[in-house]
């Protein structure tokens, strides 16, 4: 594959540079400043910041901590943590290990999805070769007390696993079922130990941030979205892939740089994000226009937004843990609407109680997948609504009563 080119992610680094200037700064308060000072947010979708999620493990007294890299990738239309973990993977432990320094934790998991069983070999390979190159293992670059090692542990194919909390529980061994926050993981993490938990992403941005600093980092981006964003672009267009653009960057503009000529809508944020018109295609990937932990899917313009939205509900309902009844029940109610809607059976006064439904799940779901469930449903019909018949009466049994 040729060079992958990007301003952060994909910029020339030396190997372990970041890692040895952490070393070099000798305190993990150092370390901590640079990551605060950079402004780095979280790339696995929630957009927490990176240096106040590490600061709050650090701060707390315990015997152990840990740290977790996501490597659940699960997210409909999501693919980047592919790339870096095939061909980056050395950048991403290496961001590992600084978060051991800077946190004070002397253990890290990665948990790694099924489906990239295959990437098991390449890993540990790596890890060999981190541990025999001095930067894993003990006294780390050559640092006395400075100790840290990296496990894998397998995901066994659940969505939901990539909600954080889920995760730990898997990670323990336990069905993996999203618990109550608070307490958050920087308190109450694997076994009851704080734990910060990060996006494969977001390790792999660490080390360039070390080696090149905070001011350097914040030169791309905008200023509520330091750096730059990899996005997995699918869909409706010439040139799908992994690009690493910068915050900021415009819809239509992604447009170009995939060669797409003409598009009806763009899907950003997966199966919990929200559906873009062509007249809104000036809004730009940022934590404050459109957050996204990746996913950009294409849509041309033959596409019948609700064969996707369906398609989203069909994967929810499969994915949904069915601890709390508002996602579990919702997700059929909605699948049945979009139903409706396509036999134009659907009249206005139900469409309104889904909306009001919509609400309902946002706010009482138990984890993001609730919350997120009715996006793409809304988005379609605030701004698609046209397309779609709707009948002067219900010609169908309601499973949802208002
Ligand atoms: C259903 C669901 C799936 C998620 N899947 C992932 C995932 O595959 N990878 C990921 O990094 N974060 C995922 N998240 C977000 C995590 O809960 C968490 O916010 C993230 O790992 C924090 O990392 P960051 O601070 O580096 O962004 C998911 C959240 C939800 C609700």
Known sequence: MSKRQGPVIFSDIEPYAGLKNAVKLGKSEEVLEILKNSNLRGRGG????????????????????FVVCNADEGEPGTFKDKVLL???????????????????????FMY????????????????????????????????DGFNFDIEIRLGAGAYV???????????????????????????????????????????????HILAKGAEWFKKTGTEKSAGSKLLSISGDCKEKGVWEVPYGTSLNEILKLTGTESAKAIQVGGAGGVCVPKK???????????????????????????DMVKNFLEFLKEESCGQCAPCRE?????????????????????????????????????????????????????????????????????????
Do not use: H
């Open 46 to 65: 929630a957009g927490f910041p990176t240096g106040l999620k590490w600061k709050l493990v650090f701060d707390t007294e315990a015997e152990k901590k």
């Open 86 to 108: 095939s061909e980056y993977v050395s950048l991403v432990l290496e961001g590992m290990v600084i978060a051991g320094f800077a946190i004070g934790a002397d253990a890290g």
């Open 112 to 143: 790694l999805r099924a489906e990239y069983k295959f990437l098991l070999p390449l890993i540990e390979e790596t890890l060999s070769k981190m541990r025999e190159a001095g930067a894993l293992g003990k006294n780390i670059m050559k640092k």
């Open 161 to 207: 696993c990539g909600e954080e909390t889920a995760l730990i529980e898997s990670l323990e061994g336990n069905r993996g079922e999203p618990r109550n926050r608070p307490p958050f993981p920087v308190d109450t993490g694997f076994e009851g130990y704080p734990s910060t938990v990060n996006n494969v992403e977001t390790f792999a941005v660490i080390p």
């Open 280 to 306: 809104d295609f000036e809004r730009k990937i940022a934590f404050e226009d459109l957050p996204t932990g990746g996913s950009v899917i294409i849509l041309g313009q033959e596409r019948n937004l609700m």
């Open 330 to 402: 919702g997700i059929s109610v909605f699948l049945e609407a979009v139903d409706m809607i396509k036999d134009e059976k659907c009249t206005e006064g139900y469409l309104q109680d889904m909306l009001s439904l919509a609400e309902t799940l946002q706010c009482a779901s138990k984890c993001g997948l609730g919350q997120s469930v009715p996006n793409a449903f809304c988005s379609v019909i605030e701004n698609f609504k046209d397309e779609y018949k709707l009948s002067k009466t219900i010609k169908k049994e309601r499973a949802f009563n208002g």
